[in-house]
């Protein structure tokens, strides 16, 4: 008999999973922050010194098709949940979700991260169309230099930042939608 | 591209990577967590609140989406890399 075919040693199995693959993700992204605080000194250098020209095939193809690669697999992991202590959170079905639902301590500090995430895009986008203010050539550097001179010098632990992002905004923005039986 | 600018341009750099790699690393932890101690997860928070605001879910996804494809995907323009 397959051991997976029982219910408990499956949502064991998927939590095993999850619980690794976000744990390693969260391991990766600090150190890639920690690598991009202390080893990133390649800008004065070809090909950061123009602004960055953009990255060609097939890394840029490959930057794309893994992001979308890694977006659904953040999406498939959401499946391998372990639903049963919190099935009386679900929405029931057939009815519209209901406002005030019952909170536990995390919500608070979930609800500021989330803001705090929110508000870092803004920041980041507003920075961004500061810096395009200009005519070319501009003297202020956009994130989209920054991001392709990281592309060019450090291209692999980039590419692997990436999907991350990709994998993390799957598991999290296109999570299956489950509901209680009515 | 003298010495100042290079420094200026690779703090620009530090700072944006770390700000954007350590929020979503705090994210990370934090659903982690909530996996840990079987709690709601961030995708069910973020389910919910995209349930209740769909346009608002579509935008920030378009949003990221469009900022991946503006950063990565140039083929068409890019030169061949440097030296």
Known sequence: ?182 | MNGEEAAILELGLRALALVVLVTLCVLAVLDFACELTRRRSLGQRFQTWSRRYPVYAFGLIVVIGALLGHFFWQEATSPPPGP
């Open chain 1, 1 to 182: 008999m397959n051991p997976l075919a029982k219910p408990s040693l499956r949502s064991a199995s998927g939590r095993l999973l999850r619980l690794v693959l976000l744990g390693g993700a969260a391991a990766a992204l600090l150190g890639f922050a920690g690598w991009a605080a202390i080893a990133t000194h390649l800008l004065a250098t070809l090909p950061c010194q123009n602004n960055s020209d953009p990255l060609g095939r097939p890394a840029s193809t490959l930057f794309i098709l893994g992001a979308f690669g890694a977006f659904a697999l953040g999406h498939v992991l959401g499946h391998h949940r372990d639903f049963r202590r919190e099935e009386h959170l679900l929405p029931l079905a057939g009815t519209p979700p209901v406002v005030g639902r019952r909170r536990d301590r995390t919500s608070l500090l979930l609800h500021l991260a989330l803001s705090l995430f929110l508000l870092v895009v803004v920041v980041l986008l507003t920075y961004e169309t500061w810096a395009f203010w200009l005519p070319d050539p501009s003297p202020r550097w956009p994130i989209t230099s920054f991001v392709r001179c990281a592309d060019r010098t450090h291209t692999v632990p980039t590419l692997a930042a990436a999907w991350l992002v990709a994998f993390l905004t799957g598991h999290w923005l296109w999570h299956p939608l489950r509901r209680r039986p009515a």
